[in-house]
């Protein structure tokens, strides 16, 4: 499985933006890019996914860099919700189970 | 809409035990997915059914875990003969099966497990 580095944990403020930074130099060409958050005492939720093009939901942005080597989960305006532990994953095609690393504890401040 | 269950929420049991963890997918739902999350980690794969066959239990640790979708919704991991360092979340998710590669998993809030 590819694999793909985040940092341990980031810190921001309520109301900003946050950009989690995730690196994946190893993509092969048909992996996806997911991204998925725990919240404190619940199971996993996915959040968004991309394979070349940005990607837009109502929670996230995702940026993905035109080699695809790295990619950016974009929280435009972060409440403190959001507080949650974010994982990166990449998943290739015929691929079933989600691979989890350590992923970013985000930490919001009022 | 009802989203996936665990139950029990809470389990505590003596070292040598036996459990029983029980997982209710989103119905309809063809992918069922079981994962392990020792404390402060991300969660671990452990075995994947499609509907009633268990296709994948390459994550399974021991011979002592058991996973078993008899009908094709309702899932039971069970572990025979407990042991401390099988203290863990464990995490079920369910998915449609439409497409591996784009599938959203959706995860219920898993039952954790005390081994004393």
């Known amino acids: 499985d590819a694999k793909t580095t985040q940092p341990n944990s980031m810190e921001s403020n309520e109301e900003e933006p946050v950009h989690l930074p995730c690196n994946h130099s190893?993509?092969?060409?048909?992996?996806?890019i997911h991204w998925y958050r725990q919240l404190p005492s619940q199971g996993p939720e996915y959040v968004i996914h991309?394979?070349?093009s940005n990607v837009n939901n109502r929670m996230a942005s995702l940026a993905i860099a035109e080699d695809r080597k790295s990619s950016t989960l974009i929280l435009h305006r972060a409440t403190l919700r959001d507080a949650a532990v974010y994982y990166c994953i990449l998943n290739g095609q015929g691929a079933q189970k989600l691979v989890f690393g350590q992923g970013t504890r985000l930490t919001i401040n009022p | 809409g009802a989203g996936v269950s665990q139950s029990p929420r809470y389990k505590v049991a003596k070292r040598g035990q036996d459990v029983a963890l029980r997982c209710d997918p989103i119905?309809?739902?063809?992918?069922l997915f079981w994962y392990q999350q020792a404390l402060g980690q991300g969660p671990e794969f452990l075995t994947y059914f499609q509907n009633e066959a268990q296709l994948d239990k390459s994550g399974l640790p021991s011979d002592r875990f058991f996973a078993e979708r008899p009908e094709g919704s309702v899932s039971t991991l069970k572990i025979q003969r407990t042991q401390q360092e099988d203290s863990a979340v464990y995490l079920c998710?369910?998915?449609?099966?439409?497409?591996?590669?784009?599938?959203?998993?959706?995860f219920g809030p898993g039952t954790r497990l005390t081994v004393l």
């Open positions: 998710a369910s998915s449609q099966d439409r497409a591996p590669s784009t599938d959203t998993q959706y």
């Open positions: 190893t993509i092969s060409g048909t992996d996806y």
């Open positions: 119905s309809g739902h063809v992918s």
């Open positions: 991309g394979l070349t």
